[in-house]
């Protein structure tokens, strides 16, 4: 497939990266594990993917989230916001907010239920992202941008609704594979101009989780797939954080059983370049998004163990509907076909299961929420986890 070629100074970009990744193999003694490129691939300071400037959401950029397609998939998942914001406390942190899309969206729709949060603070590491943040907000609600903060990390302690939506799925993963008689971690080395694979046998944490996956069924004989060990790792860590509140993730992946099935034998790794998906990790370092599905099923175990409360498993068009996405686009006139078939086509893309409706899932887990929540009314999927 050919991919689109670069502007001279995204490729210069890319090279500093490049040269950047190289440097630290060469420091680390010529091998470092996929988790820590991937890492520096999106996240190191002022070159990484999430951390430069590049475009990287919407038609002019690689790829095209929910908040994007459409006010609709804010405008209902207020319903849940509202919920959670009355049952613990009147506060949001979104982690990684992208354009700012959602929260501009949210905060309106908030403010229409008269359910407006004091406070929406946004964890947000990429200066640039921030700045289109503000602009997005800015041209949006900007009797609203006050009660915006940005934070650098973590709060000590957080009461309300953390929300996250394609955050997981961009948090670096460890690549593995087992054979009839080995475990090992693949990584990456460099080889004269070129990153190359190169497999150690696992250690570690990665081993011990590589174990116990093996020990309930991942299939051996060259199996290769991913371990989110920092999914896993950023979720328990709420445990810590939140008082009384719920957090609310949405992404693409599948609970367990499913994410290592035997028929995906090469994992589920996936690099977006200007809203062309391939699987190559190594190609222009710093431009392209890399990927990997979210085990749900360590996600819930992560939350549950480090003591939080598991609040409800589904997909996302199952939670959009009990949310009130038809009551939502109900309030376009289907008289009005100029206003009305956008929103019908792009709702359609957020439930249909050809398209996000149902590789998309919501799960939920919180602290001293004691109602359930209106996102899992029906359609109950926690028994797959």
Same mark, same amino acid.
């Not at 680390?28 to 951390?51: E, N, T």
């Not at 397609?69 to 990684?96: C, N, R």
């Not at 990456?188 to 150690?200: P, Y």
């Given at each position: 497939?050919?991919?689109?070629?670069?502007?001279?100074?995204?490729?210069?970009?890319?090279? !500093?990266?490049?040269?950047?990744?190289?440097?630290?193999?060469?420091?680390?003694?010529?091998?470092?594990?996929?988790?820590?490129?991937?890492?520096?691939?999106?996240?190191?300071?002022?070159?990484?993917? +999430?951390? =430069?400037?590049?475009?990287?959401?919407?038609?002019?950029?690689?790829?095209?989230?929910?908040?994007?397609?459409?006010?609709?998939?804010?405008?209902?998942?207020?319903?849940?916001?509202?919920? &959670?914001?009355?049952?613990?406390?009147?506060?949001?942190?979104?982690?990684?907010?992208?354009?700012?899309?959602?929260?501009?969206?949210?905060?309106?729709?908030?403010?229409?239920?008269?359910?407006?949060?004091? @406070? +929406?603070?946004?964890?947000?590491?990429?200066?640039?992202? !921030?700045?289109?943040?503000?602009?997005?907000?800015?041209?949006?609600?900007?009797?609203? &941008?006050?009660?915006?903060?940005?934070?650098? !990390?973590?709060?000590?302690?957080?009461?309300?609704?953390?929300?996250?939506?394609? #955050?997981?799925?961009?948090?670096?993963?460890?690549?593995?594979? %087992?054979?009839?008689?080995?475990?090992?971690?693949?990584?990456?080395?460099?080889?004269?101009?070129? /990153?190359? %694979? *190169?497999?150690?046998?696992?250690?570690?944490?990665?081993? @011990?989780?590589? *174990?116990?996956?093996?020990?309930?069924?991942?299939?051996?004989?060259?199996?290769?797939?991913?371990?989110?060990?920092?999914?896993?790792?950023?979720?328990?860590?709420?445990?810590?954080?939140?008082?009384?509140?719920?957090?609310?993730?949405?992404?693409?992946?599948?609970?367990?059983?499913?994410?290592?099935?035997?028929?995906?034998?090469?994992?589920?790794?996936?690099?977006? +370049?200007?809203?062309?998906?391939?699987?190559?990790?190594?190609?222009?370092?710093?431009? *392209?998004?890399?990927?990997?599905?979210?085990?749900? @099923?360590?996600?819930?175990?992560?939350?549950?163990?480090? =003591?939080?409360?598991?609040?409800?498993?589904?997909?996302?068009?199952?939670?959009?509907?009990?949310?009130?996405?038809?009551?939502? #686009?109900?309030? @376009?006139?289907?008289?009005?076909?100029?206003?009305?078939?956008?929103?019908?086509?792009?709702? *359609?893309?957020?439930?249909?299961?050809?398209?996000?409706?149902?590789? /998309?899932?919501?799960?939920?887990?919180? !602290?001293?929420?004691?109602?359930?929540?209106?996102?899992?009314?029906?359609?109950?999927?926690?028994?797959?986890?």
């Amino acid at each position: 497939m050919a991919l689109p070629t670069p502007d001279p100074d995204a490729l210069a970009h890319s090279r !500093r990266l490049t040269r950047h990744i190289t440097d630290e193999i060469a420091a680390a003694g010529g091998w470092i594990d996929f988790a820590r490129f991937m890492a520096l691939a999106l996240y190191a300071p002022g070159l990484g993917y +999430y951390s =430069g400037g590049a475009r990287k959401f919407g038609a002019a950029g690689d790829f095209v989230t929910a908040p994007e397609l459409t006010p609709a998939f804010a405008q209902t998942l207020a319903a849940q916001a509202a919920q &959670v914001l009355a049952a613990s406390a009147p506060h949001i942190l979104e982690a990684g907010a992208g354009s700012g899309r959602l929260a501009a969206d949210l905060l309106q729709e908030l403010e229409r239920r008269g359910a407006l949060p004091e @406070t +929406y603070a946004i964890l947000e590491l990429s200066g640039e992202l !921030r700045e289109r943040q503000r602009e997005t907000l800015a041209a949006t609600v900007p009797h609203l &941008v006050d009660r915006v903060r940005w934070l650098d !990390r973590l709060p000590e302690r957080f009461d309300g609704l953390v929300l996250a939506n394609e #955050l997981l799925d961009a948090l670096p993963v460890h690549l593995v594979r %087992w054979t009839d008689d080995a475990i090992l971690e693949r990584g990456v080395a460099w080889d004269g101009d070129e /990153f190359v %694979w *190169q497999e150690r046998p696992a250690a570690g944490a990665v081993l @011990t989780r590589a *174990q116990t996956l093996a020990g309930e069924g991942v299939p051996g004989g060259g199996y290769l797939s991913e371990i989110g060990l920092a999914a896993a790792a950023w979720t328990a860590s709420w445990a810590d954080l939140l008082g009384r509140g719920a957090l609310l993730l949405i992404d693409y992946g599948f609970p367990r059983r499913e994410f290592y099935h035997p028929q995906r034998s090469e994992g589920t790794l996936m690099c977006h +370049y200007r809203h062309h998906a391939h699987p190559d990790p190594f190609y222009l370092p710093g431009l *392209q998004d890399i990927t990997a599905h979210v085990d749900f @099923t360590a996600i819930a175990e992560a939350g549950t163990e480090a =003591g939080l409360d598991f609040l409800g498993y589904t997909t996302q068009a199952v939670f959009l509907f009990n949310c009130g996405l038809t009551e939502v #686009l109900a309030r @376009t006139p289907a008289d009005d076909p100029r206003r009305y078939l956008p929103q019908a086509n792009a709702a *359609q893309k957020l439930i249909s299961p050809a398209e996000m409706g149902e590789l /998309f899932k919501v799960i939920a887990l919180g !602290r001293g929420i004691a109602e359930p929540l209106v996102g899992f009314a029906s359609g109950d999927r926690s028994a797959t986890l």
